[in-house]
């Protein structure tokens, strides 16, 4: 079976939208858990998960946006699973660093990293498609 741009496109934004529920689902719980309708009422756990969910919004939806851009011009499907696999990975790390600690933490780290390498690799090659002769 031949797999499609579209198809692995699908695999990335799919895993990527569930990441991006979980953490939501832990942002409700920590407010059912200590009694916040409305911002993080100072208590840290509260303020860790909604970070988390937060920061997975402002990255995941750009880096989704350039692999479908990459998936349409049917750029190497290698790149595609490159770009995905670091964006869902970094995601899973930095969702579990920061749920774990406030602070500075490996999993927080690594996880920015390859969120920022997704992102970079993305953007780079839609570039290189854009201007691609031919």
């Given at each position: 079976?031949?797999?499609t741009?579209?198809?692995?496109?699908?695999?990335?934004?799919?895993?990527?939208?569930?990441?991006?529920?979980?953490?939501?689902?832990?942002?409700?719980?920590?407010?059912?858990?200590y009694?916040?309708?409305?911002?993080?009422?100072?208590?840290p756990?509260?303020?860790?998960?909604?970070?988390?969910?937060?920061?997975?919004?402002?990255y995941?939806?750009?880096?989704?946006?350039?692999?479908?851009t990459?998936?349409?011009?049917?750029a190497?499907?290698?790149l595609?699973?490159?770009?995905?696999?670091?964006?869902?990975?970094?995601?899973?790390?930095?969702?579990?660093g920061?749920?774990q600690?406030?602070?500075?933490?490996?999993?927080?780290?690594?996880?920015?990293?390859?969120?920022w390498?997704?992102?970079?690799?993305?953007a780079?090659?839609?570039?290189?498609?854009?201007l691609?002769?031919?």
């Open positions: 079976m031949l797999i741009h579209m198809q692995v496109f699908a695999l990335y934004a799919g895993l990527s939208g569930l990441i991006v529920l979980i953490l939501a689902v832990l942002v409700s719980r920590a407010r059912r858990k009694g916040v309708a409305l911002g993080e009422g100072g208590h756990a509260l303020q860790q998960a909604v970070r988390a969910h937060g920061n997975a919004s402002e995941v939806p750009i880096v989704l946006v350039l692999l479908l990459l998936a349409s011009m049917k190497s499907i290698w595609i699973h490159l770009v995905g696999a670091m964006l869902v990975f970094g995601r899973i790390l930095h969702g579990i920061l749920h600690s406030a602070g500075l933490s490996v999993g927080r780290g690594l996880g920015m990293a390859l969120t390498a997704a992102l970079l690799v993305a780079a090659a839609c570039l290189f498609y854009a691609k002769a031919g």
